[in-house]
């Protein structure tokens, strides 16, 4: 049994691998992956406190954030409010999958900031912003 599986180096290319070889690879990526820190810099919109910024593990996922800045002290949020998390780039922003890694988004969207170095901008609100 072959798999294809999708590599992203400086694009993605398919190559077919056996399923067992394709598994080791793809558990040795995340491995590798979790031993990777990601520095977010976070931005709070439409009133919400700025967080000021911090070192994730590269595995962790916008859901996994998204319920950790919840707790974040100085954020207040009704249990009915829903927390939206944006990744921002320039003037444009969008919302990553919930199942999404930080990692994955800081390789491709990662950003140099003043005094921080490169790192993912992060925005988040309690509703879709604009600018």
Known sequence: VTVSVLYWRERFREVQLPLGTAVRRISSARESMSAEKVTL?????????????KAFDAATTVGTLSDK????????????????IFVTSGTDAFMPAPDQTIGDLFRMFGTEVDQIGRCLKVAYCTQVFQG
């Open 69 to 84: 800045l919840r707790k974040a002290p100085g954020m207040v949020l009704t249990p009915q409010q829903q927390l939206l």
């Open 41 to 53: 810099h976070f931005e709070g919109k439409l009133g919400l406190k700025t967080i000021n910024p």
